[in-house]
């Protein structure tokens, strides 16, 4: 059960460090997404794993043993890039053959293996298609059957679907996670799309600066960010300059714009989180609940949930209503709002 082990991986390029200690494990069976911004080093640490770049120091174990000195095509890994990189002149059953029969296999068992993974991938009867004939959705398949085909025992997928519109992204992501956990595979997703990563992964591993800033579940990660790097990059915004003063029953959390008591023990200088989805406009819906009072500056509209700008004492704030049918007063108008302390705040300590 030890799978893949990253250790202290560092890279840089010139005077340009890219990783500075990367280090997470993945076991066989899971889909670990690494997700970060552009620019973070995700690609480089998946072309560090599979073995195109070398990391100028750390390790990277497969069952305990090293793959340092193990050369690309031994490490029985499959690689997915945002670019297909399909064969044009090779049909759908050429193109996801090519692996196996560089390999050697029989003919015989090439043609069962085609078979079985057209079908996993939902594809049946495409075996004699060609490439151009098919819609990028489609490609895509082709290219994850390519890549699942030699049944390696880690599969990387580069941003998968980000050639692909928004529509046939959200709808493939949901079927891919289901496709890879029917094969059994092992796997690790990169990219830059946090509901992507939320969709498919097991598990998540958020790169900043070019360590490891969080690694855990989607709900762990999302409802427990450990610093404020996370909860920027998951689009929790509303961080303000706090001082935390212990109390016997937890502590009270003072701001510019009030202060506030939590039942967990924090003491001195730091940031803290105001959640966005965790205020309400009816005070009914809260529980030992406070209140802030601003200038409502803005509004959108997202079906399911509807995001508010509020000016509350010269600061932009932004929120999140769980219920978009919830009466809101024309902009510029004041807007009161309600939430717990212990349910929307997260305090960080100043290092």
């Known amino acids: 059960m030890e799978g893949l082990a990253i250790r202290e991986i560092r890279k840089s390029y010139g005077e340009t460090p890219i990783l500075e200690g990367i280090s997470f494990t993945l076991v066989p069976g899971e889909i670990l997404a690494v997700l970060g911004p552009s620019g973070s080093g995700k690609t480089t640490l998946l072309e560090i794993i599979a073995g195109l770049e070398k990391p100028d120091s750390g390790d990277i174990l497969w069952d305990g043993r090293s793959l340092l000195e193990i050369p690309t095509h031994l490490r029985n890994f499959g690689l997915m890039f945002q670019e297909y990189v399909l ?13 196996l029969r560089m390999a050697g296999l029989d003919q015989q068992i090439i043609k069962l293996r085609v078979n079985q993974v057209l079908d996993l991938v939902g594809l049946p009867g495409y075996l004699n298609r060609d490439i151009s004939t098919l819609s990028g959705g489609e490609q ?15 599969v990387m997928l580069d941003e998968p679907l980000g050639a692909l519109d928004r529509a046939i992204r959200e709808r493939l992501v949901g079927e891919l996670r289901e496709i ?6 092992t796997a690790l997703y990169v990219t830059h799309d946090q509901e992507e990563a939320f969709s498919i992964a097991d598990r998540i591993v958020i790169i900043g600066n070019g360590k490891t ?8 990660i999302y409802y427990q960010p450990n610093s404020p790097y996370v909860a920027r990059f998951l689009g929790m915004t509303n961080l303000l300059e706090a ?3 212990p109390e016997q029953s937890g502590a009270v959390i003072e701001t510019v714009l009030g202060s506030w008591p939590v039942s967990v023990k924090h003491e001195g200088k ?13 005070p009914e819906k809260v529980q030992n609940g406070f209140s802030l009072k601003g200038k409502l500056t803005g509004s959108t509209f997202s079906g399911s949930t509807r995001q508010i700008q509020l000016k509350i004492n010269g600061l932009e704030l932004k929120f999140n209503l769980t219920n978009p049918g919830d009466e809101l007063p ?7 709002i309600w939430f717990s302390p212990d349910q929307a705040l997260h305090f960080y300590q100043q290092a």
């Open 180 to 185: 890879l956990k029917k094969a059994c595979q």
């Open 87 to 99: 064969f044009p002149h090779k049909n759908v059953g050429e193109n996801v053959a090519f692996g």
């Open 213 to 220: 800033a969080q690694m855990g579940t989607a709900r762990e």
């Open 243 to 245: 001082v935390a003063h």
């Open 330 to 336: 024309e902009v510029d108008h004041p807007l009161q």
């Open 270 to 282: 730091g940031l803290v989180l105001l959640r966005p989805d965790r205020i309400y406009l009816n």
């Open 140 to 154: 895509q398949r082709v290219a994850l059957a390519r890549s699942l085909a030699p049944e390696p025992r880690l």
